[in-house]
């Protein structure tokens, strides 16, 4: 038997969670996963011009933290699956704190806010960070209607942190300064 990617099962609008049940395309919680899907396409492009290998490495690590999230969003809330599906640890939110604090410690003090850019490494990781807040709020807008892991929104809302923090380190081992927001003033 051959596998086929498409199923037809879609061609309606509807699509099925994790349990069988059976919503709109529309649904906060496709809209939930599907953005997460994106933020790792995202992280996928940043790897792919990333030359840090500590950076790499995490990148790797978060996109498989990102399936873990997308899974848990699929999986209907309301039944029990026999499914094993993965699942999201304290530890993985620690571990982009500590990164965090490391980078930090090398980096020049922020003295105003920083646009975006300086090279396509640093783009690509400050466009990952505005699709992972778009992809925290849409998780947000699902919890305040069903059930959603509360360490899915904390563990997104780190990581868009991590992305800032990373595409400054990244300028910072390029020798690229952060690009300073000068207001035009009225």
């Known amino acids: ?3 086929r990617i498409y199923t037809k099962t879609g061609d309606k609008g509807k699509t099925a ?3 069988g049940t059976k919503v709109s395309k529309a649904h906060l ?7 997460v899907d994106e933020l790792n396409s995202c992280i996928g492009l940043c790897r792919d011009v990333q030359t840090d290998p500590a950076a790499l490495d995490l990148l790797r690590e978060i996109q498989d933290r990102l399936f873990t999230i997308g899974a848990l969003l699929a ?4 039944k029990d699956t026999k499914m094993m599906l993965p699942d999201l640890h304290e ?3 620690l571990l982009l704190e500590k990164q965090i604090d490391a980078m930090t410690a090398l980096l020049p003090e922020m003295k105003s806010f920083i646009l975006p850019g300086g090279s396509i490494a640093i783009s690509y990781l400050h466009l990952a960070r505005c699709v992972c ?3 925290e709020r849409s998780c947000v807008r699902l919890a305040e209607e069903e059930p959603v892991d509360g360490l899915v929104i904390t563990y997104l809302n780190r990581l868009s942190d991590y992305l800032f923090v990373l595409a400054r380190y990244t300028g910072h081992l390029t020798r690229i300064a952060d690009i300073p927001w000068s207001p035009r003033n009225p």
């Open 1 to 3: 038997m051959t596998f």
């Open 17 to 19: 969670l994790i349990g």
């Open 29 to 35: 919680r496709i809209e939930a996963y599907g953005n």
């Open 75 to 78: 999986r209907d809330p309301g």
């Open 91 to 93: 530890a993985d939110i």
């Open 133 to 135: 807040r778009r992809a």
